[in-house]
């Protein structure tokens, strides 16, 4: 994302029959998934790529259907404790 914080996709591309994903952390709500929510596009953060993504491994490897719930929070735990001591320093 660093150090440019536009966006590849020109808005006038954006519309509402599109599925946009942006597989960035920081930020996670980046311009172009901010722009292409506001044309009325279906979008998907980096948090939903990186929980399903590990829900669907876990399943793969173990055969057991993990919590995307707890995934979710797990990934907010790491994810709050990486940018607190960000913006500690």
Request: hydrophobic share 50%; aromatic share 8%; glycine share 6%.
């Amino acid at each position: 994302m660093l150090p440019n914080r536009g966006t590849p996709v020109p808005d006038a591309l954006l519309h509402a029959g599109l599925w946009v994903a942006d597989a960035v952390y920081s930020p996670l709500w980046t311009p172009l998934l901010t722009a292409a929510q506001a044309r009325g596009a279906a979008v998907m953060t980096e948090r939903e790529l990186a929980i399903y993504q590990a829900a669907d491994a876990f399943e793969l490897f173990t055969g057991l259907e993990p919590s995307v719930t707890e995934m979710g929070n797990a990934f907010d735990a790491v994810m709050a404790k990486r940018y607190a001591k960000v913006n500690a320093a």
